[in-house]
Structure formats: structure tokens, C-alpha cells
């Protein structure tokens, strides 16, 4: 009889949050900044340092050394982790090396998965162009190449998100299997202990975790009300050892061990006693790759696009991010800017950006109360949800007016026959610079002449360049007049604008 399978994961990050006085303290709008500048004039830095020393001290530290310790002493046992880019730089920027030294030694003893995801923890699995969630991942891949020394197989989308379209993207991109929430809704009477293929792809395999499990240990461990208090790893253990399936997916914050659950509440003796517990029992220690390796699907999974699902909350799918109105506003504010983003073509500002998506600062909006709200609220740096967002509308709003200066932003895009929007001068410049003569040519053709004028002079606000477009198109019979040589003097013209702004 095949061993049933026990994965134990852990989700490391920290974002970098927000200062809580920017609106109040009158800070939008102040000249003199560059783009290098505007990470420190949004974010707290002094906040962000203090919590991410305390939380070394309480968990990183300690649990980093006690699984290398329980990896040594149990050769059976097995941990992964999904580590966010935020988290490593924050390591960096901070001082804290050896956290990522620790975590080179756990890759380093061949048990210990570690899981790609997106690079700034952010929402772009949820924009309707999937760019930005494929440039993540690559930033993603390589930062754990460079920093951990693994190149990862197996994904898990931000908070667990997962949709038919998410698991598409992942499959395109070679992933053996993604790992996402057993919810019950799409479950339909099913045990998430079973590994599960999307609909819509040929081999990516879906995992489940199995959150009441999870949370006996993520949220109430440390519970004095909850009726299994105290909970031991032999208890849990038996539990473990009761629950059918091929598969238990267990995947909680690493925050878990030392910060959410203090030292004194047992919650390192518990860990301690673990992998003993459970391996005592026909049960095996896997992690995700070798689960999808060892089983075949049990049956298929499906998730539309709008029924997205996450681990968050009680209702497990977006609303803790974009369940509300001031949610959404932001939301919506920054993947609009996104085209003006790229267009710049600054990579401070596009960083900036990306740090701006982080999915904490919407978290920190969410308005209903109960115990979701509880929870919300232990997480925040803001007294209410109404303080977080007026910060991050207010930055974001200032970040959109430093923008719109560096690319000089038109009213309204042009639009070009592949579907892009170029917003600038100095975007449809570089965007033509790309293409080979002939391309840019017949592109120029395409756009028409008048319309390319009338969109310089009306949304771009160049008036100089419109009247050398208009002359160029006035100053000769286009019925008798080549194509060609007219499509190569507007190219002339927009190559100069970019020359001249470089």
C-alpha cells in the first residue's frame, strides 16, 4: 500500500508598506524629486526595517534553524517554500544575508521545494493582458536562480489565486503543476486530497490545499477557546493519519512559527515534534513536483475566469482585494497605468509601479468586519481600511502626475492595428524605432496620415510636430505623389522627436 502523501509549505513575505501619513502630511505633488527619490518619499522605510528585524528575530531565524536541524536528524522529512522577491530584497536591504544563506542550505539538502510565484506578491494574474504577469514570473525565476540557486517547476499564483485562465499561462510557461485552494464551492463534494488537472490544459496538474487542517495550526493553535487546545503534533498527527486521500496539502504563512503564534504558546515544540509524529504512521513527507509526479488526476477542475478563486478569507475568492469600491479604484488606477509605465521606458518608475501593485495595500482596504475583519486589521499599519486607501489613491495619483511629465501623456491613446496603445510621442518613436523600414512604413499608412496629425496635435499637445506632419501631407498631390517617400518623412519626423528628447 502506497504511503499517503503529507506537503508542508510555507508562504515567506513581507511588503514594503506604505507611509501612513503621505495624504495628511501634504506630500503629493513636491517638486525636485527624481525617480530614484520616490521610493523613500512613499514608503516608510523606517517601519519596514523594524518589522522585518522583529519578525527575523521571532520566526525567520529561529525556524530557518530548526528545520535545518529537523531536516539533519529525519531523512524522510521534506519542506517547501514560496518565497516572494519583496522578501529577499528586504534581506538585502536590511542586512540579513544570512536568511538567505539559510535558505541556500535548505535548497542545498536536495528535500526542500521552493516554488516560483510573482516577483512583487501582486495582482497582475488578474489583468486582462497577460504581460506584466509573465515578466513577474520571469523576474521571479531568475531571482531564485541567482539568490537560492534553484530554478523552480512548480508555481503558486499570489494568495493562491487560480482561475482556468491562470492555469493556462503556467502550463505555457512549463510548470508541472500549480498549487492553489481546496475550495468547496468548486470541489462540488469532492476531497481536495486528490491531485486534480485543469480544464483546458494537457499536463499541468492542480494541488489543493486543505485549508481546515492548515488553519488548526495557522489560526488557531495558540487559541485558548478552541476545543482541540492545546494541540500537540501527535494529536495532529492522528489526524493526519484519519483523513483519506493520496494527498494533504498543508501551506500556511512561515509567519506562523514565532510571530503569529508566539514561542511561548509551544508552537516550536509543536514543529519540533512534527516530522517524528507523522512518520510515525504509514504517511511520507513529499513535496509538490514529486506529488504530481507520483499520482494521476483524479478528476478535472474548473474554475471560469469570473469565479476566480484564493485562500483568503471566508469566501475564498478576490473580494479581500477587489471586493470594494476603493479596492477596485485603485486596482483599476494602476493597470491603467501600466501602458504609460512601460512607455517611459524608466526602469525606476516601472519598479516603483510594481512595488505600488503589491497586494497588501489593497488588503489593508477591506472593509467588513467579523473575523475576516479581524484578521485584516492585525495585518495593517493603518487604524482603518478608509486611512489605506486614501494613501495609496493619493500616491498613486501623484505617481500618475510624475509620469505624465516624464512621457508627456496624451489625453487619450492611438490606437495602432495590433492592438497597442501608445500614448506618446516618444512611444510611437520608439515603438517605430523597433520595426524594420518597411514595418514602420506600412504601419505609418495604416494609421493615415490625417489621423496621426490630428492625434499629435489634439491628445499629445505638439503642436510643432502636427504642423511639420500637416506640411509634409499639404505640400504635395497625394494621388500623384509615391507612398513611400511620404511614409519615409513622417518616420523622418518621429524619429527626430525621439532623437531630440533622448
Not at 315 to 327: L, R
Request: proline share 3%; hydrophobic share 40%.
Amino acid at each position: 500500500m502506497e504511503k499517503k502523501s503529507i506537503c508542508l509549505g510555507f508562504e515567506v513575505h513581507q511588503p514594503f508598506r506604505l507611509r501612513n501619513d503621505y495624504f495628511w502630511s501634504k506630500r503629493m505633488y513636491k517638486r525636485g524629486l527624481r525617480a530614484e527619490d520616490l521610493f523613500s518619499y512613499y514608503f516608510d522605510d523606517t517601519a519596514n526595517r523594524e518589522i522585518f528585524a522583529k519578525v527575523a528575530r521571532k520566526c525567520y531565524q529561529p525556524t530557518n534553524e530548526l528545520l535545518l536541524q529537523l531536516l539533519d536528524e529525519h531523512e524522510d522529512f521534506k519542506v517547501t517554500f514560496s518565497i516572494t522577491g519583496v522578501f529577499l530584497e528586504q534581506c538585502e536591504a536590511y542586512g540579513y544575508d544570512e536568511l538567505v544563506e539559510d535558505f541556500r542550505a535548505l535548497a542545498a539538502t536536495g528535500r526542500v521545494e521552493f516554488l516560483d510565484q510573482t516577483y512583487f506578491h501582486s495582482l497582475v494574474g488578474l489583468y486582462d493582458n497577460e504581460g506584466e504577469f509573465l515578466e513577474q514570473v520571469r523576474l521571479h525565476r531568475e531571482l531564485m536562480r541567482d539568490r537560492i540557486g534553484v530554478l523552480p517547476t512548480f508555481f503558486e499564483n499570489t494568495e493562491l489565486l487560480y482561475n482556468n485562465r491562470i492555469a493556462k499561462l503556467v502550463e505555457d510557461l512549463g510548470y508541472s503543476g500549480i498549487l492553489t485552494e481546496g475550495v468547496e464551492r468548486v470541489l462540488d463534494g469532492r476531497s481536495p486530497n486528490y491531485v486534480y488537472a485543469p480544464v483546458g490544459c494537457k499536463k499541468l496538474k492542480v494541488l489543493l490545499r486543505h485549508y481546515q487542517l492548515t488553519d488548526d495550526i495557522g489560526f488557531r493553535f495558540s487559541s485558548k477557546q478552541w476545543e482541540e487546545h492545546p494541540l500537540t503534533a501527535s494529536k495532529y498527527a492522528t489526524w493526519l493519519n484519519a483523513t483519506p486521500g493520496q494527498c494533504i496539502n498543508l501551506f500556511m504563512d512561515y509567519e506562523t512559527f514565532g510571530e503569529h503564534h508566539w514561542a511561548d504558546t509551544g508552537i516550536f515544540a509543536f514543529l519540533q515534534d512534527f516530522p517524528r509524529q507523522v512518520l510515525a504512521y504509514e504517511l511520507a513527507f513529499a513535496t509538490p513536483s514529486e506529488i504530481v509526479a507520483r499520482y494521476p488526476a483524479a478528476d478535472m477542475i474548473d474554475v471560469r475566469n469570473l469565479e476566480t478563486i484564493s485562500w483568503a478569507d471566508l469566501e475564498k475568492d478576490t473580494s479581500c482585494f477587489i471586493g470594494n469600491t476603493m479596492q477596485w479604484a485603485c486596482f483599476d488606477y494602476l493597470r491603467w497605468l501600466e501602458p504609460l509605465v512601460k512607455e517611459s521606458r524608466d526602469a525606476a518608475l516601472v519598479k516603483l509601479w510594481r512595488y505600488l501593485g503589491i497586494s497588501d495595500h489593497l488588503y489593508y482596504m477591506f472593509t467588513l468586519g467579523g473575523a475576516s475583519g479581524d484578521v485584516h486589521s492585525y495585518f495593517s499599519h493603518f487604524e482603518r481600511s478608509y486611512d489605506a486607501f486614501i494613501t495609496l489613491f493619493s500616491i498613486i495619483h501623484d505617481f500618475d502626475a510624475r509620469l505624465r511629465a516624464t512621457i508627456q501623456k496624451g489625453e487619450y491613446p492611438l490606437l495602432l492595428p495590433d492592438g497597442r496603445a501608445i500614448w506618446s510621442v516618444k512611444g510611437l518613436s520608439d515603438y517605430l524605432s523597433d520595426l524594420s523600414r518597411e514595418d514602420a512604413t506600412a504601419l505609418l499608412e495604416d494609421l493615415k496620415p490625417a489621423e496621426l496629425e490630428r492625434w499629435i496635435r489634439t491628445s499629445v499637445g505638439d503642436e510643432e510636430l502636427a504642423n511639420e506632419l500637416r506640411d509634409v501631407r499639404s505640400s504635395t498631390d497625394l494621388e500623384d505623389y509615391e507612398w513611400a517617400a511620404l511614409q519615409g518623412r513622417l518616420l523622418a519626423c518621429l524619429c527626430k522627436v525621439l532623437t531630440t528628447e533622448s
